[in-house]
């Protein structure tokens, strides 16, 4: 994986993001749009999961698609509001978990990838 040369982003937190989306279509949508905009390094698309949960007083059952987005905390924020602007549901599942360990050209890598352009 690429590197920047004489950087060392260890020191910045990655995170995994945990989002559902109504299919595989949608979450592929999304994942392609963080990634294109360099929100994300990579988008995960976990097809054939279902969800039980309760909205509007009901308990639902549905098919759903899970994205696992890997990006940094310095844009943790812009990719939860583009997410948002982009999902079909009222009130998408976003969760955000730090990273706090794991192979540390990955994790650069992540930073790279999630670069500002003019930063790169």
């Given at each position: 994986?690429?590197?920047?040369r004489?950087?060392n982003?260890?020191?910045?937190?990655?995170?995994?993001?945990?989002?559902t989306?109504?299919?595989?279509?949608?979450?592929?949508?999304?994942g392609?749009a963080?990634?294109?905009?360099?929100?994300?390094?990579?988008?995960?698309?976990?097809?054939?999961?279902?969800?039980?949960?309760?909205?509007?007083?009901?308990?639902?059952?549905?098919?759903?698609?899970?994205?696992?987005?890997?990006?940094t905390?310095?844009?943790?924020?812009a990719?939860?509001?583009?997410?948002?602007?982009?999902?079909?549901?009222?009130?998408p599942?976003?969760?955000?978990?730090?990273?706090?360990?794991?192979?540390?050209?990955?994790?650069?890598?992540?930073q790279?990838?999630?670069?500002?352009?003019?930063?790169?």
């Amino acid at each position: 994986m690429p590197t920047r040369r004489g950087g060392n982003f260890r020191t910045m937190s990655a995170f995994l993001v945990y989002i559902t989306a109504s299919d595989s279509i949608e979450a592929a949508q999304i994942g392609r749009a963080l990634v294109a905009e360099r929100l994300a390094a990579c988008a995960n698309v976990i097809d054939g999961m279902t969800s039980i949960y309760r909205w509007q007083g009901e308990i639902c059952t549905d098919a759903e698609t899970v994205l696992i987005i890997k990006t940094t905390e310095t844009r943790l924020a812009a990719l939860t509001d583009r997410v948002k602007a982009l999902h079909s549901y009222d009130c998408p599942c976003i969760a955000a978990m730090p990273i706090t360990g794991g192979n540390a050209e990955f994790l650069d890598w992540i930073q790279v990838q999630t670069a500002r352009e003019e930063e790169t």
